[in-house]
């Protein structure tokens, strides 16, 4: 079945170090990916949606690219911030219609000084 | 435009109890979605209204009932609530279905005793 896998729980970085989180996405359709973030005690809000195959898309200074081929819609940043410290979701937008979400089961980010 | 609204942002209900969580959607967007957080990070998807027709039923145990009204608010009826119903409730909403942008609500914090 549909899913999205997020391999790490916990990243922690120093400050100004490049973040990459992990996402992989299993599916039968052409569909969507998403990244959410969502600060403590907060709603989730949107941070990416993914453009077409192999197309980058960017958004407040992260970055993530499509790769079909790979199944993955990785999340990059080129330096952490301490305000980056969040939880990030990637999301899949099952059946390709926009329906529900399907979520990874998040990771954790803490920018350290 | 004041975002989704959710009532009530918090709630401590008795194992067994009953409880409704409202939702208000922006303005003009009349799908809605409600997902479930517990342990503070898996988000399940439990439902999604389409101009108040239900499209699609994930997690939602068949004690909980949504409905979507004429203005496309929804509410979430919660009946013989169990413990493990404790969770954050969120719901969200877009313009239409399909690869979808959503809007989250600040969410709902249930607690079951």
């Known amino acids: 079945g549909d899913s999205v896998t997020q391999t790490e729980g916990l990243v922690t970085l120093t400050e100004g170090l490049p973040v990459m989180l992990n996402c992989t996405y299993q599916?039968?359709?052409?569909?969507?990916l998403f990244w959410y973030v969502q600060h403590l005690n907060e709603a989730p809000k949107l941070l990416l949606k993914?453009?077409?195959?192999?197309k980058r898309t960017e958004h407040q200074g992260f970055h993530a690219t499509l790769h079909k081929s790979s199944s993955s819609f990785h999340l990059q940043k080129s330096s952490a911030q301490l305000s980056d410290s969040a939880l990030y979701y990637c999301?899949?937008?099952?059946?390709?219609?926009?329906?529900?979400?399907?979520f990874g089961t998040g990771t954790l980010l803490s920018v350290k000084p | 435009d004041s975002g989704v609204v959710q009532s009530p942002r918090h709630i401590i209900k008795e194992k067994g109890g009953r409880s409704v969580l409202t939702c208000i959607p922006i303005s003009g967007h009349s799908n809605v979605v409600w997902y479930q957080q517990t342990l503070g990070k898996e988000l399940k998807f439990l439902i999604q209204?389409?101009?108040?027709?239900?499209?699609d039923k994930g997690f939602l145990p068949s004690r909980f009932s949504v409905q979507q009204f004429d203005d496309y608010h929804s509410e979430m009826n919660m009946s013989a609530l169990e413990l493990e119903d404790s969770a954050m409730y969120f719901c969200a909403s877009s313009l239409v279905t399909g690869p979808s942008d959503y809007t989250f609500g600040s969410g709902t914090r249930l607690l079951v005793i």
């Open positions: 999301a899949l937008d099952y059946g390709g219609s926009g329906n529900k979400l399907i």
């Open positions: 993914s453009s077409t195959d192999n």
């Open positions: 599916t039968a359709y052409s569909t969507f």
């Open positions: 209204h389409y101009e108040k027709v239900e499209r």
